[in-house]
């Protein structure tokens, strides 16, 4: 470790101080470094112009550590060219480091990506930095999930959001925000014109703040991506993100709804409204509680819509009759390139259904992922050694599936992408 290491920390120092331009990345992740460390290494920075990118991730940082850092990166003297920070997974950074690092931003031109994930910052640490973004405009990316932000940060990101030019993206999963919370988000989107991405999974939104974020997105001409896995949506909330997505204005490419309780007719309402879009390009609904009806109708979809590039399906309650539909789908559908469906009770009927389109009329699906269905071992070798041989895949999840330059198994956690 880092801690136990002072002589490696030393050439660290070294390098920094030196000011070479080809030293434009320092990663100390998961090293004990501490605050006496950073202390010294901030004083290094003060001599640097050429460092862009800093990994402090783990590194039991407090306060103080990151009062030493925001005093380094404001440094008149000599212009610190620090663009990339990450503090993420630092827990003892709390209010106070989140305030130091608002004060920084208030000076500092140049810092483009700040994650700050998992450092405690609650209210009182996020607010000071979200009222940054008023004003900053040199910020594109604030990471600042798991640090029990309540609706009153997400009201100061929202109120942030109507003045800010320079965001391109944000996220705030696993904190306390409600649908109040995710109502202000919205009126902050409504009035934003830069904004990208933005995530708010793993949050305690219902179908007020799905109903919210509908209308503030409506007319939002620039985001893009909408994470909001994790949270309470259910099927009601589902259906206003359905509207949403079947106004022609919307220009969202992405959004993920895993893990909210939407069922069949969540799903339904959902291929409803694209079978008319033509600019989402990914759905995430894993983790859910659609069954046959609803993948039928997203199958019925993909007989029309051929802009849909993913679909995650995984963790579903998924049968035969569905796979079949889908797989049906797939003889015509030539935009679907992902399609996962871990974790779903369909068994051999299923699965030898999907293999048959795969390995004739379907050239254009490259990422499949069948691991932990209802499928014998027997069918499922046997599925699996014919998509290696004949289908377009170049991406196989299977308990059974060759690791090789051709296919490569996915990991069970992408397929919770929300």
Not at 63 to 92: E, F, H, M, Q, W
Not at 320 to 325: F, I, L, N, P, R
Not at 378 to 392: D, M, N, P, W, Y
Request: glycine share 12%; proline share 1%; charged share 20%.
């Amino acid at each position: 470790p880092m801690g136990n290491n002072p002589t490696k920390f030393q050439l660290v120092i070294a390098r920094v101080e030196a000011n070479n331009p080809s030293v434009q990345e320092l990663s100390l992740e998961k090293h004990d470094v501490g605050d006496k460390r950073i202390r010294v290494l901030a004083e290094a920075l003060r001599q640097n112009n050429t460092l862009e990118r800093l990994n402090l991730s783990a590194c039991n940082i407090t306060a103080l550590g990151v009062r030493y850092l925001s005093d380094a990166i404001c440094n008149i003297i000599i212009t610190s060219n620090v663009r990339r920070l990450n503090l993420s997974d630092n827990v003892k950074v709390g209010p106070e480091g989140g305030k130091y690092l608002a004060n920084a931003l208030k000076n500092n031109k140049i810092l483009e990506q700040l994650a700050i994930n998992n450092c405690g910052l609650g209210d009182e640490g996020f607010i000071p930095l979200a009222e940054v973004l008023s004003t900053n405009r040199s910020l594109a990316v604030l990471e600042a999930g798991g640090n029990e932000i309540t609706d009153e940060g997400a009201k100061a990101l929202g109120d942030a959001l109507k003045l800010n030019t320079s965001l391109e993206g944000t996220s705030l999963w696993n904190n306390l925000i409600t649908s109040n919370g995710a109502q202000h988000v919205a009126e902050g989107l409504a009035a934003n014109k830069t904004l990208l991405w933005i995530g708010l999974g793993g949050n305690g939104v219902d179908v007020e703040g799905a109903w919210a974020l509908a209308e503030g997105i409506r007319g939002n001409e620039s985001l893009q991506w909408l994470g909001m896995g994790g949270n309470m949506l259910g099927d009601r909330g589902a259906m206003h993100l359905a509207t949403l997505l079947a106004n022609d204005a919307c220009c969202l490419q992405s959004i993920g709804l895993g893990g909210n309780e939407i069922s069949d007719d969540g799903a339904t309402n959902i291929a409803g409204a694209l079978k008319t879009n033509t600019k989402l390009k990914s759905l995430g609904l894993g983790g859910n509680r659609i069954g046959d009806e609803g993948t039928k109708q997203l199958a019925e979809m993909l007989l029309t819509n051929g802009s849909l590039q993913k679909l995650l399906l995984s963790s579903n309650i998924i049968g035969d009759t569905a796979v079949v539909h889908l797989a049906t789908a797939l003889e015509t559908n030539t935009g679907l390139e992902t399609l996962l469906l871990a974790d779903n009770p369909f068994s051999d009927e299923g699965g030898e259904g999907l293999a048959k389109v795969l390995c004739s009329a379907n050239k254009t699906l490259r990422t499949l992922d069948i691991h932990n269905s209802q499928m014998t071992n027997a069918s499922e070798k046997r599925i699996v050694k014919v998509l290696q041989g004949k289908s377009a895949l170049t991406r196989l999840g299977s308990a059974f599936g060759a690791k090789n330059n051709i296919l490569t198994i996915i990991k069970g956690d992408e397929n919770k992408e929300a």
